[in-house]
């Protein structure tokens, strides 16, 4: 049984400690595909490491996350066409909008999010999206930019079925982490009526753990947690799950 996590930030410095044993954890689970987003310019180096130590099982991403879509912001741009041009990745991401936090770079953090699916377009790669209280502005770009050439995930998925629906009508896969398994998360409700091929699995490890471990550190090995609850929610294995969500991941990513 192999289960792709779709996002994790394995580089995060709250692994520091132990990152090779929270490794063997998932890899021991049968996770053996980790595809990890970038933030900022300022995790390219750990990203790299990580990759060299873990070169069968670590995929990279390139991006600027909204949330560090700042003053400086062309700067970070200019990083990631740099990178681009140097070496492939397997997708553009983590971007997207985020207006929880900070609402007054909504217009920066959209001419950001547009810049980087055009070169994710150039470059032929799939995008993954971070949306947080800004559906309506993220369809907004995305339905400027839609083509057939624009596919990806939708990272973290917590929206209704019909938001849903709208992100699969643009070529995106729904990514599904611990929020699956909160009592108040809401997508458990609608979502056996998503056909199982636009779903993937994801932890967003450290952040976001699955039920019990909510509050705590994520970590990849968690992602049987998640397979675990969409099992039940779709009445199959846990082994059909990984089957079905490693292929769209393998759809997604090409590899």
């Given amino acids: 049984m192999i289960l792709t996590d779709t996002h994790t930030h394995l580089y995060s ?32 180096k750990a990203m790299y490491e990580l990759e060299v130590n873990y070169p069968e099982n670590v995929f990279l991403m390139m991006g600027l996350h ?39 770079s909504l217009e920066i953090q959209k001419i950001a999010f547009k810049h980087q699916i055009q070169l994710a377009k150039k470059y032929k790669l799939p995008i ?9 502005e ?44 909160f009592k108040n998360g809401k997508i458990d409700q609608f979502l056996r009526q998503i056909d199982l091929k636009h779903i993937v699995l994801e932890t967003d490890s450290p952040y976001l753990a699955p039920v019990p471990f909510r509050g705590k550190r994520n970590e990849s090995s968690y992602v049987h947690l998640v397979a675990e609850k969409l099992a039940a929610i779709y009445g199959i294995s846990v082994e059909e799950i990984a089957k079905i969500t490693t292929e769209n991941s393998k759809a997604i990513f090409g590899i």
Avoid at 13 to 30: C, P, T, Y
Avoid at 81 to 102: Q, V, Y
Avoid at 128 to 136: G, L, N, Q
């Fill in 66 to 104: 909204p949330c560090y879509v700042k003053e400086n912001y062309v700067d970070e741009l200019n990083h990631i066409e740099a990178e681009l041009a140097k070496r492939e990745f397997i997708a553009i991401g983590e971007i997207g909008i985020d207006l929880f936090w900070d609402k007054s």
């Fill in 138 to 181: 993220i369809f907004e770009v995305l339905e400027s930019e839609r083509s057939d050439d624009l596919f990806g995930i939708f990272h973290c998925f917590t929206g209704n079925f019909e938001q849903a629906q709208q992100a699969i009508s643009l070529n995106m896969k729904l990514g599904i982490g611990g929020v699956v398994t």
């Fill in 13 to 44: 410095e709250e692994f520091d400690l132990d990152r090779n044993e929270m490794m063997q954890r998932a890899l021991s689970k049968g996770i053996s595909r980790f595809f990890v987003p970038a933030i900022d310019s300022t995790c390219t």
């Fill in 128 to 136: 993954v999206i971070h949306c947080r209280e800004s559906f309506d």
